[in-house]
């Protein structure tokens, strides 16, 4: 008993983070359409690492948000690219993300399959994607100055540049909006 405890143990030990040294989660397959008019895949989103941010159909929280997220978009630059994935509707995104004002590409996964194997779960919550390990480096449950930190710290971890930035006019609350 005692020593098939020990391979066990041995054998969950061999299934080390050294496979997959971040632990990031695996990138789904997708082709889905945006509102600059554009179709989004996996392989676009790691061309740089990304910023995801996931915005529900029709939440109050969205319009509220939109400035802080054109906010992080232009901290980010043109080093990190940023996109936003809603459920809602293709034929209704591009209005949408003007009536938003977003600076920012917003993708349409009506059936919100893409949202779930990111692990978002509500509106606001924000997503890395990395390019080195084309995989989710991390997803995190909305924002605020201690999570934006965190995305900043985690980028030079998967290849993205190391970058110094004020965070000071964010909300120090977490903002998080409608469930999907």
Same mark, same amino acid.
């Given at each position: 008993m005692t020593t098939l405890l020990a +391979?066990?143990?041995?054998?969950?030990? @061999?299934? @080390?983070?050294? *496979?997959?040294?971040?632990?990031? @989660?695996p990138l789904p397959s997708f082709s889905l359409k945006a509102s600059d008019g554009k179709t989004y895949t996996q392989e676009s989103?790691?061309?740089?690492?990304?910023?995801?941010?996931?915005?529900?159909?029709g939440c109050p929280h969205n319009p509220k948000a939109a400035k802080?997220?054109?906010? !992080?978009? +232009?901290? !980010?630059?043109?080093k990190?690219? /940023?996109?936003? /994935?809603?459920? /809602?509707?293709?034929?209704k995104v591009k209005?949408?993300? *003007? *009536?938003?004002? !977003?600076?920012?590409p917003l993708i349409s996964d009506s059936k919100g399959t893409v949202i779930e194997k990111f692990g978002a779960t509500h509106s606001l919550d924000?997503?890395?994607?990395?390019?080195e390990d084309r995989k989710i480096g991390k997803t995190w449950s909305g924002y605020n100055q201690t999570i934006l930190t965190e995305l900043f710290k985690e980028l030079p971890k998967h290849g993205g540049?190391? /970058?110094?930035?004020?965070?000071? @006019?964010?909300?120090?609350?977490?903002q998080s909006g409608c469930g999907f």
């Open positions: +391979s066990a143990i041995l054998a969950t030990a @061999s299934l @080390s983070p050294q *496979e997959d040294p971040c632990l990031c @989660s989103v790691v061309k740089k690492n990304t910023v995801v941010v996931f915005l529900a159909a802080d997220l054109n906010h !992080l978009k +232009s901290l !980010l630059g043109d990190v690219a /940023m996109v936003g /994935m809603t459920n /809602m509707a293709g034929d209005a949408y993300a *003007e *009536e938003l004002g !977003l600076k920012f924000l997503a890395l994607v990395c390019k540049p190391a /970058m110094k930035v004020d965070l000071s @006019s964010f909300p120090t609350a977490r």
